[in-house]
């Protein structure tokens, strides 16, 4: 399964911005959804995850300002970013574990990271 990160760019502090991940196959069922971010220099990072039974947890960081979604329709999970700083530069990165179907009977198992999209935020 491939999945294709957009919506990143530049943007103004206090500004929104919202990410799409979106998978190659149609998904069955998700173990595990999340959005991760890295700076320039420093480690990879939790910004929001879905859980198997549907919960969404946000990293300390980010509550309050952070949404993360998942539309099964079309096979998105989506980040709702407002309320955007500067330490929120960074590029981010979608990454879903579950089983997708490969045919309308057949589902395999999948591990897949997006290839980042890069969130500048800058006055």
């Known amino acids: 399964v491939q999945l294709q990160a957009s919506g990143g760019g530049l943007v103004q502090p206090g500004e929104s911005l919202r990410l799409s991940c979106a998978s190659s196959?149609?998904?069955?069922?998700?173990?595990?959804a999340g959005w991760y971010r890295q700076a320039p220099g420093k480690q990879r990072e939790l910004v929001a995850e879905?859980?198997?039974?549907?919960?969404?947890n946000c990293a300390d960081f980010v509550k309050g300002r952070f949404t993360i979604s998942r539309d099964s329709r079309q096979n998105t999970v989506s980040l709702q970013m407002n309320s955007l700083n500067p330490g929120d530069t960074a590029v981010y990165y979608c990454?879903?574990?579950?089983?997708?179907?490969?045919?309308?009977?057949?589902?395999?198992?999948?591990?897949?990271w997006g290839q980042g999209t890069l969130v500048t935020v800058s006055s």
């Open positions: 196959l149609h998904i069955s069922s998700i173990n595990a």
């Open positions: 879905i859980t198997s039974d549907g919960s969404t």
């Open positions: 990454h879903l574990e579950g089983r997708a179907f490969t045919t309308a009977a057949f589902k395999v198992p999948f591990d897949s």
